[in-house]
Each structure stands twice: as C-alpha cells, then as structure tokens.
C-alpha cells in the first residue's frame, strides 16, 4: 500500500461515519482516501489524478458529508459527473455512507428522466445533488437548482466529462456557482483543457495522486477476465475448477463482509474455504493460515491488510475477485503465489469501467495481463469426467473388487442387463448433487480479441447496456469516413454545418448513416447529440462519426451492426425534449416516415441531457 495510514479513525471522521465504514466492512483506507481525506477535511480545494477503483468515491463523499448542516435542506454539496449511470452510483454511494445520518438526503439529476420528477424533487430539497453537466445546467438556468449554500463542488472523471463534449457546460457551472465553495476535481488523466479549468476554478489545489511504482512480477502468469456475462462467483468456481495446476488459492476482496460471504458461498458448493479479515485476532489469522498450510483448508479469502505477509508455498493461484486499490497493492497481493521456486498463477476480475487500472496494472508491472477465456460448460464437464475417469481407474486397482464383481454378475443375472448399464446406474449413484455437468446456458465467452470491456456479439463500439463503459477503449474502431466528405444528401440546398469539435475518428469497420429529428432549429448542438447517443445506446463517444447539424434534423453516423435494444433505446432518446426517432439516413430528411408529410417540431425550452 501507497501510504501508512490503517485506520479511518486517524483521518478525522465523525463516530458516525466510522461506525458506517465499520459496518459496511471498509477495513482501512485506501491510498487516495487516505491522502484526500485530510486534505479535504481542512478545506483545500484539490486535484485528484484516480480512477475507478481507486476508491475515490468516497474519498470526496465522506468529507463533503461530514461538513453537511443535515437541518438546512438545500443542496449544500454538488457533484458533477459524465454520465447518468455514474450520478446513480455516486448518488447510492452516498445514500450508503448515510445510513447513520437520519434525514440525509442525496438527489442524482441527469438528462432523459423527467423533469416533472425532478422538479419535484428539487423542491423537496436535497442536501447533495449528484448530476450531469446538462441537466444541472439547465436547472441553474432555469432557477430550480439553487447553489446559495454550496459549500463543496465535486468534478468526478473530469476527463471524460471533456471526452463527452461537457466541458463547456461545467465552466459554466463553474462560473454560476458562489465563490465561496471548496472544489475537488478527480481524473484519471490530466489533458491541457482540464489543468486550465483547474488553474482558473481551484484556489491553490493541493494535488493528489497515487503512486505507480514498477515492479517485476515476473514468474507469475499473470491473466484477466472481464466480468460480463455470468456472476462473479460462477465465473470463479469454473476458473478454479479447470485451472490445470491448483493447488491452493488466496482470494482477494474488499470488504471484511465480503470475505466472510464469500467464504460461506464456496463452503456452500463444497470448497474448503475461510475467511481472513481484521476482525479476527492474532491467534485466529494463524490458525487459518496454519489451516491453509496443512491442507485443511484450500481457499482462503482475504482483504490486503489481513493477508501481508503470508508465506504460504502451496497458495498455486491469487485470485483478484476486486480489483486492488493501486499496483502497489497488486504486487503485494500476487506475490502471495510463485512462492519457493513454484509456478504462481494470478487472476484478475475487472469490471469494465475497471479498464483503465488494469492498464494501470500493465504499465507498472511492465507485462501484458492476457484476457482468460472463461471455461465453457463443456470445459467444466470435460474436467469433471475426466477426474471422474481418473478416479474410476484408481479403484479399478485396488484390492476387493472380487465381491462387488460378484454382485454385479447377481444384477446383470437377475435384471437381465449389460454390466455397462449396470455401472451407468453406480456412476449417476456415485455422482449424486455432484452433477458432472453444469445445467443452464453459456453465456457468451469474453476472450476479449476485441476491446477488453466490449461484448464479443456487439459491433465495436456498442456496450452492453448494463455496464456502459465509457473510457480507455484502445481496441479496433470502426471506419471513419473523411471529415471531408460532403454528405450524401443536403436537403433544399441547405448546407449542414457539421462538428466544429474534433473528435477522435475511428479507424476502421462499417459505419450507418442515420438521420434524427432534431437540427439547429432546436438550438441542439454536436454535444447534446453525442452525450444521448453516448448515453442511451451504451456507445462509446469516440465511436459515434461525423454529425451534420441541418435546421430540422442532423445526421449521425454510427457503427454498423446495431443491436436491437440500442436501437430501441435510441427510438426513445429525446434531445432537447424532442424524440429523435433514430432511423437510418433514406436522404429525405425533413418528411415524416409515417406520414410523408412536412414535420413541425414542437420547441421545448430545455435540453435533454
Ligand atoms: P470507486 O473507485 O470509488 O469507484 O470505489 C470502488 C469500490 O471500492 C467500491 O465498490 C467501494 O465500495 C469500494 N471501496 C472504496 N473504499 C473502500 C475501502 N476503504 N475499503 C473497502 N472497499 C472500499
């Protein structure tokens, strides 16, 4: 770990957020908490350079909601975030660190809900306001959202904020908000437009950043599998069971909760598992690791601080279940195997928002993770019969076959079938709730020659809709047709004006024309069109191609092979209030599909972002 403070109770909390921390099983800081916190606690403004995974969250969450007045309800704190999904995660974040403070209110604001809902709401009042540029903006414009008693503003993924088209947007916020208020701004990377928007917004920010060191891991086959697809925990009980040389496994998690859980959800299917957290004391930890040792147990799952130091020869895999806060940590923590001279195995599970620390993890260990296939449930019964055979074969050679032979000639005799049928029915009596094959379906295997956190059914570009990802996407792109290429149809000699901002163009695979019903007329820009598509479709930005704004409609150009529930979602989006009715570019931009005739949109005063 990047630093040396154990303990949440050395950063300043209130007893109240501590007995939180305590009972959502938070053990110690992690590094970017740990150096926030205080910081924070003082009243800097700060600069934050982390990722998801870093547990940043609550690096900012917990000081801003110490310094809530929990009896003034009016939103005391704001935090900017890129998209809805992450305003609805910090929001819960925030709601769960609040569990002992009755009455905190946390309200998430983002475009496409309603703002009917919203406006309700707002005037219910809310101590913090969790949102995305748009929206937040549109509500300051519109006086509904009312920053008089801000004390905290919170700037969460800045630089995606910037890759989404917000940036102008949040110097707006910026501006609109009263001077006297502490601003933290987290990212994961620092391009120029996010350090000017620091040096001009931030008073003297102290900056705060977790290191990286290199560090040689070499003797360790080192692979990921991104979590998609299939639960965490079958993912993991397929991996074990197939991995050809396992022996015994550390587990690593987050929570001291977490660890008892899932120490109880392996025993459950037959592992010999335990958990190793802080609340166990000296004596305890060693027993288990004694346990480990022995072979009385073969699975233990840890949290960092309680497996330091563990010299164990037989651990032949670590298992990554959270991802580690920092490489430092993911170095301590896969050094546990590859001990005395044996083979050491290290998995990592990364959600895809994870994505950037797994690079991370990359460049700091100077390896390539390799992405796992996760084993199919033909891998899995293969294994199990295999072993079977093998075990099959063990008693074939042992001694005092004779008289269960003898019995077998009785049934065959008695029932007039084959011995093979008769050893068909000792196998299945043999195997009972030990099925040799995995009932249900396959989901589908992530053997990630694509973008890592891409599904392998989608056409580059499209997440799933649960998991939307949004950053660090280094894989193939789609093609990207020349920014200079005139548009295939310009409708009534009117030329489009097509993006002023540059985006990055994608480089290869087939992109689709569509057209939608929102042009400047609607005083729509590129980035609100960007931002719904973005949001809605699960497409990642830099994957969405060139838009031409005409009066009443733009087109967008999107990859091919667009799966069905994106282009439901897309049916729906509105921008601006207005429905888009995605459909691809037919050249006849301004007539209604249904009715053939002019359209006429209805002007709505706000944007729908
Ligand atoms: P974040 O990087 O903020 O998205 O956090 C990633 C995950 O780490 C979330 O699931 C948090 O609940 C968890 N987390 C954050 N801080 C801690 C901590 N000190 N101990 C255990 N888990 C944590």
């Not at 120490?263 to 004391?281: E, I, S, T, V």
């Not at 027993?287 to 022995?294: A, C, G, N, Y």
Request: net charge neutral; proline share 6%; hydrophobic share 40%.
């Amino acid at each position: 770990m990047t630093t040396s403070v154990d303990s949440f109770a050395d950063l300043g909390l209130s007893q109240s957020l501590l007995k939180t921390l305590a009972e959502i099983g938070y053990e110690t800081p992690s590094p970017i908490q740990a150096q926030c916190i205080p910081l924070l606690r003082e009243g800097h403004d700060i600069i934050g350079m982390a990722q998801t995974g870093t547990g940043k969250t609550a690096a900012f969450a917990l000081p801003l909601m110490e310094s809530i007045d929990a009896k003034l309800m009016k939103p005391q704190a704001l935090i900017l975030t890129p998209t809805r999904e992450l305003a609805i995660q910090v929001a819960e974040a925030l709601q769960s660190y609040a569990r002992n403070l009755p009455g905190f209110h946390v309200l998430p604001i983002y475009g496409g809900q309603s703002y009917t809902i919203q406006l309700k709401q707002l005037a219910r009042g809310a101590h913090v306001v969790v949102g995305t540029p748009g929206r937040v903006m549109d509500h300051l414009e519109r006086q509904t959202l009312n920053l008089d008693h801000l004390k905290t503003l919170v700037l969460d993924e800045a630089d995606e904020m910037l890759r989404m088209g917000f940036i102008d947007d949040v110097e707006w916020i910026l501006e609109h908000t009263p001077e006297q208020h502490q601003t933290a701004l987290f990212s994961a990377t620092m391009p120029e437009p996010i350090r000017r928007v620091a040096q001009k917004y931030l008073v003297e920010p102290k900056e705060v950043r977790i290191k990286s060191a290199t560090a040689t891991v070499a003797a360790i086959r080192q692979v990921y599998w991104q979590v998609s697809g299939l639960h965490k925990l079958d993912a993991l009980t397929r991996i074990l069971e197939v991995e050809d040389d396992f022996d015994a496994a550390i587990i690593f998690v987050r929570t001291k909760t977490a660890t008892v859980e899932l120490a109880d959800k392996l025993a459950a299917r037959g592992y010999a598992a335990a958990a190793l957290n802080g609340d166990l004391n000296q004596q305890m930890r060693e027993r288990v690791i004694e346990q480990l040792k022995s072979g009385a147990l073969d699975i233990v799952i840890a949290t960092d601080v309680a497996a330091r130091g563990i010299d164990v020869s037989r651990i032949s895999h670590v298992v990554n279940y959270d991802i580690p806060y920092d490489t430092e940590a993911y170095v301590h923590r896969i050094g546990r195997t590859g001990r005395a001279g044996r083979a050491g195995n290290a998995i990592l599970f990364v959600a895809p928002r994870e994505i950037r620390m797994l690079r991370t993890i990359e460049r700091a260990t100077r390896q390539p993770i390799a992405p796992l296939t996760l084993p199919s449930r033909a891998d899995v019964t293969n294994k199990r019969v295999a072993a079977f055979k093998e075990k099959v074969a063990e008693v074939l050679g042992a001694e005092g076959l004779d008289f269960f032979a003898n019995i077998v000639s009785q049934i065959a005799e008695e029932q007039d079938v084959s011995a093979e049928e008769i050893a068909a029915a000792l196998a299945m009596m043999a195997q009972e709730g030990k099925p040799l094959q995995i009932a249900g379906e396959d989901p589908a295997s992530h053997a990630n020659s694509r973008p890592a956190f891409r599904d392998d059914r989608r056409p580059p570009g499209f997440a799933e809709r649960e998991n939307k990802p949004r950053s660090d996407n280094r894989g193939e792109r789609p093609r990207f047709e020349g920014r200079d290429n005139q548009p295939r149809f310009e409708p009534r000699g009117e030329r489009p004006r097509f993006e002023d901002k540059p985006r990055r163009p994608p480089a290869s695979g087939d992109m689709v024309r569509y057209r939608i019903d929102v042009g400047r007329d609607h005083g729509v820009q590129v980035k609100d069109i960007v931002g719904a598509i973005a949001n809605e479709a699960g497409i990642d930005s830099r994957f969405i191609g060139r838009i031409g704004l005409y009066d009443e409609s733009s087109t967008v150009e999107l990859p091919a092979g667009m799966p069905p529930e994106a282009a439901n979602a897309l049916k729906r989006t509105r921008v601006r209030g207005v429905p888009i009715n995605l459909r691809p570019d037919d050249g006849r931009p301004d007539v209604h599909p249904n009715t053939g005739g002019e359209r006429k949109f209805k002007k709505k005063p706000f944007a729908d972002r």
